[in-house]
């Protein structure tokens, strides 16, 4: 059980933010009202003050990361037409439209060959010819070629879409894919939870509830799992909360989760953002620090909070370490989707980047695996000059 917050009191100003300050440190579990009461605080900096002393009594001063590859098999997807926030999607016979083969899978696994490689994290689009053969046969031959990597892969809307298309049930697709190599899966797809906003944004695609029933699945056979959640477009703050609690609502039921990893909303090359005038206007430094920070505080029984530095900016997930969270995204080596709808971030970030990036924050570094246990936190024979891969 992590040791009880130290908050310094004197440096939070909303009376608000310390009446809420006084029950976490007291050990009492905040409401949903209590959440919207931290979002709506006009003291970022009291907030991140909180959220950073609740992460500290978790986990000291400790910031982790994984040596990960994104392999993002196919852009091909059903809903190219009906997710108005997606620039990464394309129709079969469309320009840019692809699927690897096999081969081309592990052409772009190969950069693991070099031992540094501890996780592959594997998502794409809903494709009708990637059904679960597809997935068997990678999965299994990325553990035969590189069988000390472990595979995060499919996120719930991709199960679901394969348990559609070959007519079988949420729980024999994750018994078949773990079988066939699947170690744990990513948070992906979850949106916001809001059926009004997934009208909005995503009216096929899978539901709210729907996530939730994937994820717990995942659970009960023993595969731990991410959670996400995309801000900064439609959604309200009471909708951003009714999300937080479906997230903690299962953790207390399960305990699945491994970390909680919100997302914020690119508009630049995609239906959504053309109809709401934002081409070129990502998500707000104090939005995305307050989005981790209540994330932080809110979900008191996650461990872990991780900042996306893909679609954050490196410079604004270290600021981030002060504001609870406790985790980045790893060395990635190439990452696609969030660049397909404007990023313009780096798409890999060298070992080196990310330990001057964590010790610049005052922070120690510590490389994981994918279950957060600690693998090394001595890099005395690393570069310490920043570069990007």
């Not at 098999?73 to 129709?91: E, M």
């Not at 490689?117 to 070629?145: C, P, Q, S, W």
């Not at 959504?272 to 209540?294: F, S």
Request: proline residues 3%; contains cysteine.
């Amino acid at each position: 059980m992590a040791a009880a917050p130290q908050v310094p009191f004197d440096r939070i100003h909303d009376p608000v933010l310390r009446r809420l300050g006084e029950q976490v440190a007291a050990g009492n579990r905040l409401t949903a009202a209590d959440g919207l009461a931290l979002y709506r605080s006009a003291d970022l900096t009291g907030l991140g003050v909180l959220a950073d002393a609740v992460n500290r009594a978790k986990n000291g001063d400790v910031v982790t990361f994984a040596s990960n590859q994104h392999i993002n098999p196919t852009n091909i997807c059903v809903l190219r037409k009906t997710c108005v926030f997606c620039g990464y999607a394309r129709l079969p016979k469309e320009e840019g439209a692809y699927r690897y083969t096999l081969d081309q899978v592990l052409g772009e696994a190969a950069h693991a060959a070099d031992g540094m490689t501890r996780e592959f994290h594997i998502v794409g689009g809903l494709d009708m010819k990637a059904g679960l053969a597809y997935y068997e046969e990678m999965f299994r031959a990325l553990k035969a070629n590189f069988p000390h990597v472990h595979i995060k892969g499919l996120t719930a809307v991709e199960i679901a879409h394969i348990a559609r298309i070959e007519k079988m049930s949420w729980h024999d697709v994750l018994v078949a894919l773990k079988a066939a190599g699947l170690d744990t899966m990513p948070g992906g797809g979850a949106e916001t939870f809001s059926a009004a906003v997934r009208d909005r944004i995503a009216d096929k695609k899978l539901a709210g509830a729907e996530y939730i029933g994937v994820h717990r699945t995942a659970h009960e056979l023993g595969i731990r799992t991410n959670c996400t959640m995309l801000y900064g477009h439609v959604e309200t703050l009471e909708d951003r909360m009714e999300h937080l609690q479906a997230l903690r609502d299962l953790q207390d039921e399960t305990g699945g989760f491994l970390a909680y990893i919100p997302l914020a909303y690119h508009p630049d090359d995609n239906e959504l953002g053309k109809e709401l005038g934002r081409q070129g206007t990502a998500t707000t430094g104090w939005d995305d620090l307050r989005q981790l920070a209540v994330g932080r505080l809110f979900l008191d029984n996650f461990q872990h909070v991780k900042s996306h530095w893909i679609m954050v900016t490196p410079f604004l997930s270290q600021v981030a370490l002060h504001y609870g969270v406790n985790d980045l995204e790893g060395t990635v080596v190439r990452e696609k989707i969030y660049h397909a709808v404007g990023a313009h971030t780096p798409q890999g970030m060298s070992l080196a980047a990310l330990l001057t990036l964590i010790r610049g924050a005052g922070k120690v570094p510590a490389e994981r695996d994918s279950f957060y246990r600690i693998l090394r936190t001595s890099f005395d024979a690393e570069p310490v000059a920043a570069g990007v891969a």
